[in-house]
């Protein structure tokens, strides 16, 4: 590797390993927010759980629940951690440092990702938690191999979008704290978290073909329940589909950023909190 | 200057550097605003090694110009190189070599700690580990935050985060370091000790230049090599200080506390002889203190006849050699803390 390219990498691994550091430290240090990010948005699954085993359904829709509440977790570190971040910085005054940096801002980004996604795999134990051992729900054997790359490509495809989603909602300004809240409950809705993505017919269709929240947990039921997660599509397809959609967030993210820091340095109003 | 410095580009270098802002739109019953021209072609040569001041009023083009130069503002026209580079063209490797501080901004996560923080703005960097770590104790240790090394940013008080703010600027070590009024609402012994800090920084280090923006005239005059007093995005004049100070001489500098009669004072600038006369309040002590300068050959008792005149009781007189205030308002018509446009 030539010299430039080298010293451009390196630069760019240590900033994302330093926004990386921020998210882990962020994460540990204040208990409230574990609370907050670990326990309550699990106690949805283990309503529906208990709906469904009161109501007498097949006990596959138990683990239903179980990986879309898991989920759900990710979905809401991806608004909160990932999309409303950049507006965040800009409050704090933090913004116009990033774009002043040498580094690149989707190495900024991807340390967000990876830290919000290895936070929140921590988190999300508290939901296999209560899922497997408290209310003791069960799925059948399964490949862990098939279940590292699914979860991996959901996850990478997410991010992806959260990435994308943080210099979008930036533009949005003050706006930014309601789209979040306007995407957090449509989106678990439209992903099927609480009942198989099937349910929603072309709805659930259009749904996934915009954000992959759906796709991957639809993919992930697949491999851990097999025939009883009443897949959406073959999950070779979603496996694909999913792998696009991280391609195609990480371009957009890319372009929105350009966009973004274009837009800043012809207007002047976008890393100003201010402005 | 070292030999070897002259034969790199200079630090700084503008030519024709002009931005304008685009007005509100009108709505809602607001009528549109005015385009802005925050700078109005400006010419500049800052060599390395340098301090260099840049001195103006609320709205002078000041932020606009430390912007363009850290690369967060396109400019409308002209052109603007740091380091070599063009700000526009190449912002990668002029963000390689320059750091930004403003004056209370408050950077960093509250979670962090000090430490913590100043590691994360070096990674940002890229300065490796084995020289980073000993480079931020160090600055914490002349910004005077060793007690609260591993304190978390959040419970750190307005002037400790400025502090670590400032510490943060030169934890790159860069090239080029912009302070835009760094002291900003610092303590008295803070802001001495970070001025201190600044000129050794730049006395120890070959070829470091700073780029200073300060409301703090005795600042501009303790630290920078040259100051450019700049207006309405217009630098109206650049010189070392004694230079300066050399523009504005051939006068005499008088300070008067006076008491007038019915608690209203004449214009003084209309008084035969006066130039450039300015003034405060005391209501405490029912005067004002009235500044002006005198050409030679006008002598100051004849000013103070034409006050007595009117009924204004004179309390103190005294004199004074020429300085940065006297050339500020000389050079700009108004003083420092006069509101200009928007910045």
Redesign the interface.
């Known amino acids: 590797m030539s010299g430039p390219l080298a010293a451009s990498l390196a630069l760019n691994l240590r900033a994302t390993a330093a926004r990386t550091y921020v998210r882990i430290v962020g994460s540990i240090r204040e208990w409230t927010w574990i609370i907050g990010d670990a326990v309550l948005p699990n106690l949805g699954m283990c309503a529906f759980v208990l709906l469904y085993r009161t109501l007498g359904a097949p006990r596959s829709f138990e683990a239903l629940a179980v990986f879309g509440g898991i989920l759900s977790t990710y979905w809401l570190n991806v608004l909160w951690g990932m999309g409303s971040q950049f507006y965040w910085e800009k409050q704090q005054g933090q913004l116009q440092l990033y774009f002043a940096a040498p580094c690149s801002r989707m190495a900024i980004l991807t340390g967000m990702a990876i830290g919000g996604i290895l936070m929140t795999t921590l988190r999300s134990l508290f939901g296999v938690f209560m899922g497997f051992v408290v209310l003791g729900v069960r799925v059948p054997s399964f490949d862990v191999g098939v279940l590292a790359l699914v979860f991996t490509l959901t996850m990478t495809s997410l991010y992806a979008l959260g990435m994308t989603l943080a210099s979008l909602f930036l533009l949005y300004g003050r706006e930014a704290w309601h789209l979040s809240n306007a995407l957090q409950e449509p989106v678990y809705f439209l992903s099927g978290l609480y009942f198989p993505l099937r349910a929603l017919g072309a709805l659930g269709a259009a749904a996934a073909g915009l954000v992959p929240l759906g796709l991957g947990v639809d993919a992930l039921r697949q491999v851990l329940m097999g025939a009883h997660a009443e897949g959406f599509l073959p999950l070779r397809a979603e496996t694909l589909i999913l792998a696009g959609f991280t391609l195609a967030f990480l371009v957009l993210a890319r372009a929105a950023l350009a966009y973004l820091e274009g837009l800043s340095k012809r207007e002047g109003r976008l890393t100003q909190r201010w402005q | 200057m070292p030999a070897s410095d002259t034969l790199k580009p200079p630090a700084v270098e503008t030519v024709g550097l002009t931005r304008t802002?685009?007005g509100a739109r009108a709505r809602r019953g607001r009528p549109a605003q005015a385009e802005v021209r925050a700078l109005a072609g400006v010419d500049t040569r800052i060599e390395r090694g340098e301090i260099f001041g840049l001195l103006g009023p609320n709205g002078a083009g000041k932020t606009?110009f430390l912007?363009i130069l850290?690369?967060?503002?396109?400019p409308t026209a002209g052109t603007a190189r740091v380091a070599g580079f063009d700000v526009e063209r190449e912002p990668?490797e002029v963000?390689?070599r320059?750091?930004?501080v403003?004056g209370g901004?408050?950077?960093?996560?509250g979670?962090?700690t000090v430490r913590?923080c100043l590691?994360?703005?070096s990674?940002?960097?890229?300065?490796p580990n084995r020289v980073a770590w000993p480079r931020i104790d160090a600055l914490i240790k002349i910004v005077d935050l060793e007690e609260q090394t591993h304190t978390?940013i959040n419970r750190l008080s307005t002037g400790q985060r400025q502090r670590m703010n400032f510490a943060r600027g030169f934890v790159s070590d860069p090239e080029v370091i912009f302070l835009d009024e760094p002291t900003l609402g610092m303590d008295v012994n803070a802001a001495r000790a970070l001025r201190g800090y600044v000129a050794r920084w730049v006395r120890e280090r070959a070829g470091r230049t700073v780029l200073l923006t300060t409301h703090y005239m005795a600042e501009a005059e303790e630290l920078c090599d040259r100051i450019a007093i700049i207006d309405r995005g217009r630098v109206l004049a650049c010189d070392s200080v004694p230079g300066l100070r050399r523009q504005v001489q051939g006068g005499q500098h008088v300070e008067l506390e006076v008491r007038p009669a019915d608690g209203a004072l004449p214009d003084l600038a209309a008084l035969a002889g006066v130039q450039a006369a300015w003034g405060a309040p005391h209501p405490e002590r029912g005067t004002r203190t009235v500044k002006f300068r005198l050409p030679p050959d006008t002598p100051l008792v004849s000013v103070l006849r034409q006050l007595e005149q009117v009924g204004v009781r004179i309390d103190g007189v005294a004199t004074r050699e020429t300085n940065l205030e006297d050339v500020f308002i000389a050079v700009v018509g108004r003083g420092l803390e006069d509101t200009g446009g928007p910045e």
């Open positions: 802002f685009r606009t912007k850290t690369t967060l503002l396109s990668r963000r390689r320059i750091s930004l403003s901004e408050t950077s960093g996560y979670i962090l913590e590691w994360m703005f990674q940002f960097y890229g300065v978390r």
